[in-house]
């Protein structure tokens, strides 16, 4: 059932899925309509995923679906006012936001600007600047040809790519797309947006946030969101396969999983077969690899990307590891030694040294969920922590890898105990040395 909250004088359209205990509202992107998304298809079984743990709200920003038509677009304050509307008029004073998209700026700086409020942050194919997603035109000349199909489906080869091939799923889009807002309202919203720029407000960022990105998003390049996270401190970061830009589409299940266990702690809603084992997670990354692909040009830094890749494999291989991806500059493994873990993170940082790439690498030893080719569990963001303390041409490990390792002849220096966002307690962290 859809109700309205008033914003000023602005009605604003909400709806309500589940009843708690945590609240989850869902910050739209630049397409919305709060009823007739629940045409598309798996949009409302992920909202009733979510709504297993928690009570999930939804809405339509201001001039948009069955919110109150207005005159221009709405600011990034008006955006702010309507959460805060919508929220207030449920009765809730606390909750977890889940941005999406064009809301992922929006979710930030108000998690920014009203911490109190804010419990915890999950944002889904991020970007911080919308005039980056144009590098090689004019972003106003964009907007305005892409108006011309506007109400036509034609966005959803970008947004929802694994079913653009579908005459009847595109007619749906294109409904979705009229229904949403005209062409006018779109291009006004649109050029407003080529003006925002939040890349100086995420370092202020202090609530527990989670980035999400496709590694091949059809319309907001995974490099957007790997940036997005770096900008905030401590952010976790995880990329999924697939390149639907819509968070409901293509395969969710590890999604909604790792969604759950950031908000809550664990998974209450796995399935039953889910194999839970114990092993040693490895991070590694290569440090400011922003600035080096930048000087370097896409072609050769491709090249010293494919070797670097290569070289992880073979060290992986040889200490008896498992690759469970590349993070795009870096990667992700496991071990079911923490001894090999540790003498592989030194012989890998070493090599990829010797190639003028210095790398940062954690490691953690804990309980992680296998899930087809892919790992999650608190110990994957634990270990994704530990590396996100760790300098250069360091490998940096938990307690429990250092205390798992004794007499293995590995030497391991104290680096402090640190506190890590969304996870308890005190971390003791040591830079291991052969």
């Known amino acids: 059932m859809t109700r309205y909250a008033m914003s000023g004088d602005v009605s604003v359209a909400y709806q309500t899925m589940g009843d708690g205990p945590i609240n989850i509202i869902a910050i739209p992107g630049i397409v919305s309509h709060v009823e007739f998304m629940h045409e598309m298809p798996g949009y409302t079984a992920f909202l009733q995923r979510l709504s297993k743990f928690s009570r999930v709200i939804t809405f339509d920003k201001r001039g948009q679906g069955l919110s109150d038509k207005i005159s221009g677009a709405p600011t990034l304050d008006e955006r702010m006012d309507d959460v805060r509307a919508v929220l207030d008029s449920v009765g809730v004073q606390r909750a977890a936001l889940l941005g999406f998209s064009e809301g992922c700026a929006m ?47 034609a966005l959803m080869r970008e947004v929802m790519a694994s079913r653009a091939s579908d005459p009847e799923a595109v007619a749906k ?107 040693t997670v490895m991070f590694t990354d290569i440090v400011d690899s922003t600035r080096r692909a930048a000087e370097m040009g896409d072609q050769n830094w491709r090249r010293l990307l494919d070797e670097h890749d290569r070289l992880a494999r073979l060290m992986i291989e040889r200490h008896r590891g498992n690759l469970i991806k590349s993070t795009g500059d870096g990667i992700l493994a496991t071990f079911d030694g ?8 030194l012989a890998f940082s070493a090599a990829a040294r010797q190639m003028g790439l210095p790398l940062r690498s954690g490691l953690h030893t804990g309980e992680i969920e296998v899930r087809g080719r892919d790992i999650g569990g608190i110990a994957v963001h634990a270990a994704s922590r530990v590396m996100a303390n760790s300098a250069p041409d360091e490998v940096l490990v938990s307690r429990v890898v250092s205390d798992l390792v004794a007499g293995a002849g590995l030497r391991f220096d104290q680096r402090g105990a640190h506190e890590f966002k969304g996870l308890p307690g005190r971390w003791d962290l040591f830079a291991a040395s052969a």
């Open 107 to 153: 979710s930030a700086v108000f998690a920014a600007s009203y911490p109190e409020r804010v419990s915890h942050l999950v944002l889904f194919g991020a970007f911080v600047r919308y005039t980056e997603l144009f590098p090689d035109a004019d972003p106003q000349l964009v907007v305005q040809e892409r108006m011309k199909y506007w109400g036509t489906g």
């Open 173 to 279: 889009f294109a409904k979705f797309e009229r229904l949403s807002a005209s062409p006018g309202a779109m291009k006004a919203l649109q050029l407003l947006n080529l003006q925002i720029d939040v890349s100086d407000i995420l370092p202020t960022v202090r609530t527990p946030t989670l980035v999400l990105h496709r590694t091949n998003d059809a319309l907001v390049p995974v490099q957007k969101g790997r940036d997005f996270a770096a900008h905030i401190p401590d952010a976790a970061y995880t990329e999924y396969p697939g390149s639907d830009h819509a968070f409901w589409s293509g395969d969710v299940e590890a999604l909604l999983g790792d969604i759950e266990e950031f908000i809550i702690g664990h998974r209450e809603t796995e399935s039953a077969d889910l194999e839970r084992i114990l092993a």
């Open 338 to 345: 923490p001894g090999r873990a540790v003498r592989c993170a």
